[in-house]
């Protein structure tokens, strides 16, 4: 019988042993740590927090306003930029419109010159018919040829036209008389 309540009181106060392990760490724990602990660094870290958040804030206006500065200088280097381009934009055009208008009077110079010489070679085959007609009548071309090669000092062209049409016979109107001398002047100029 004693040993039963001892037994008994022994467990009863195993009990109370664990039942105080059990309760005071539990309430160790919440009221040491959780409750003071979170309480405190949460007001310690708001002006801490607080303060380096205006240092950032100041530093990012900081920034922003060096990021301005920069943007207004690349936008005077664009503008300047722009500027340029418009220059050589100009230059380039009236360069260009000045070799077009070069290149409009070689054009036209070089057409004159065409007609000129066309012109030319239609007066030199027209008047090469006019001295095939009337001074291949009574002899060939060659005595021609061979007049110009020996005889020019002698007699010019003018000389001998007279010549054929007063001597020899030769019946050429006056304008044939001027359009052969010509033509033989031109043909055969030394
Ligand atoms: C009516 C005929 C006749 C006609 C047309 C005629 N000739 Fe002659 N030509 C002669 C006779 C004739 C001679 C002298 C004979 C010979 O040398 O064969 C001659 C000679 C020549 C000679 C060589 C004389 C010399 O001094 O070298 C020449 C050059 C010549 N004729 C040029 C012409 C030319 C240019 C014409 C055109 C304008 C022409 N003849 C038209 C009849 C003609």
Redesign the pocket.
């Given at each position: 019988m004693r040993v039963q309540s001892m037994l008994v009181v022994l467990c009863v106060m195993l009990l109370a042993l664990v039942l105080g392990c059990d309760t005071k760490p539990a309430q160790t724990q919440p009221a040491d740590t959780p409750a003071p602990e979170e309480s405190a660094p949460e007001v310690e870290v708001e002006p801490e927090a607080a303060a380096p958040g205006s240092d950032v804030s100041a530093a990012a206006a900081e920034t922003v306003e060096a990021a301005k500065e920069t943007a207004a200088a690349a936008a005077e280097t664009v503008s300047a930029a722009a500027e340029n381009v418009a220059a050589v934009a100009e230059q380039a055009k009236e360069a260009a419109a000045d070799t077009l208008s070069t290149a409009a009077e070689s054009v036209t110079a070089a057409a004159e010159e065409a007609k000129a010489a066309v012109a030319e070679a239609l007066d030199m085959a027209a008047a090469e018919a006019v001295?095939t007609k009337?001074?291949?009548?009574?002899?060939k071309a060659d005595?021609?040829e061979?007049?110009a090669k020996?005889?020019l000092a002698?007699?010019p062209?003018d000389a001998?036209?007279k010549?054929?049409?007063e001597e020899?016979?030769?019946?050429?109107t006056p304008e044939d008389?001027k359009t052969?001398v010509a033509y033989?002047e031109a043909k055969y100029t030394n």
């Open positions: 001295f009337n001074c291949t009548v009574c002899h005595k021609v061979a007049h020996a005889g002698e007699e062209w001998v036209v010549e054929m049409v020899k016979g030769a019946k050429i008389q052969i033989l």
